[in-house]
């Protein structure tokens, strides 16, 4: 019998190395490293596999039938999850400590058992009473929901091989889970890899749906190996901030969705309640008339959603190294538009410090938001406040053209919807067969160069500004002019 050979696997990313060492040469961690076993099997004859058997190859012609879905009875998270759960589907949740991710499947599990259905809640890191207790804050302690506490995968698979009807397990979390054949703790990645390869067999054979609860390390990302992000159907992220009500459900993987969309829900005293209209939310405490402010018509997967962007400038105390202060959005971008806007625009921010939010706790990767923030950051440092009615969306360029982006109807609509009235907007280009749409009266500003968006806040601090002198200038005459044109950036 073959001796079990010894490898190193890294707890964090998963890489394997021949010999221990302190820090990981993949991810950069100290002290990840974790020796496992594995079993040598004895390759088959040479020339051939044992035991196989031929498999059929097909045409791509053919076309299958949708999925049927299992609806949880809350619209964002099946928005989220591609209309519902389907049946013999592995889907991962994550999330930070205590932002609801135990809340959120409770609640789904309970309003799935009640429409009839057998729904299961296995839960490795809490008591039964701690769930019953969760339950009864969220009144939902009458719903036929079956609940056990364990972390033993031998127990969990023999009880899931013996359900007839389970429409949905839930896992809480995949961490706890470990298998007695493995040596090695909980949570490293041989088990973690294993326990959700045999979790994912039971649901593709058995027909149930299958969550997995997972941990993140302190970078946000999902722990253990990045393995299981491939395993699974669909990859949810539980995002926001703990001082914020709202809570952002993103999905980052869906084999049966829409990937980047987006459910928004709000934490309350009964649990998480869905948020229909994100965008109204958003701007429910929005002041029009402050400077440094913009509206940014985004978008989330299918869904247009209005965000308020808020830029304040301060002069730097220090003066050698200003401070660059970013929430819910990218500071290399940030630092990349202010480059743009002095090189370009003669607009002169080096010397203060910058603070950039995106109010409401959201997240925007999307670089459509460039548009916004310059406007934001423009109007930070005119003191000229930008047209409260007015939403802005665009790419902008190292050499400071606004590019196009995709999907500019459905943000127009939804700025309609909302009640606005204006848009900034890409120039856009003429195309064979494109009709001109209408936007419900709303009046759009096409510009070409961030020199165009620039000016009109210029024009109008100048206007603003002091009389002028006897000697012909003025008492308080800024120290860079910002161009008229294009032509002159």
Known sequence: MAKPAARFVCQNCGAVTSKWQGRCETCGEWNTIVEEQTEIRAPGPAGKSAG??????????????????TESGMAELDRVLGGGFVPGSVVLVGGDPGIGKSTILLQAAARIANAGK???YISGEEAIDQVRLR???????????????????????????????ATLVIIDSIQTVWLDSLDAAPGTVSQVRACAAELTRLAKTRGFAVVLVGHVTKEGTLAGPRVLEHMVDATLYFEGDRG??????????????????????????????????????FLAERRGNISGSAVFAGMEGTRPVLVEIQVLLSPSPSGGS?????????????????????????????????YLNIAGGLRVNEPAADLAVAAALVSAATDRPTDPEMVFFGEIGLSGEIRQVAQTDTRLREAAKLGFAAATLPRRVARPGRTASAHDGLKLTEIGHLADLV???????????????SEGGTKDTPRRKAPETAAEA
């Open 244 to 281: 914020h009500q709202f809570r952002i459900l993103r999905a980052v993987k869906n084999r049966f969705g829409a990937t980047d969309e987006i459910g928004v829900f709000e934490m309350t005293d009964r649990g998480l309640m869905e948020v229909a209209n994100p965008s109204a939310l």
């Open 118 to 120: 057998r729904v299961l």
């Open 455 to 469: 000016a009109p806040l210029a024009a109008a601090a100048a206007a603003s500004a002091k009389p002028k002198s």
């Open 52 to 69: 196989g058997r031929k498999i059929d190859f097909v045409s791509l012609k053919g076309r299958a039938a949708p999925p049927p879905r």
């Open 135 to 165: 339950a009864l804050r969220l009144g939902l302690t009458d719903s036929p929901l079956g609940l056990a506490a364990a972390t033993s995968l031998r127990d969990i698979a023999a009880s899931l091989e013996e359900e007839k009807d």
């Open 322 to 354: 200003p401070r660059r202060q970013v929430v819910g959005w990218d500071s290399g971008r940030l630092a990349m538009l202010m480059a743009v806007l002095e090189s370009r625009c003669r607009v002169s921010l080096g010397q203060n410090d910058v």
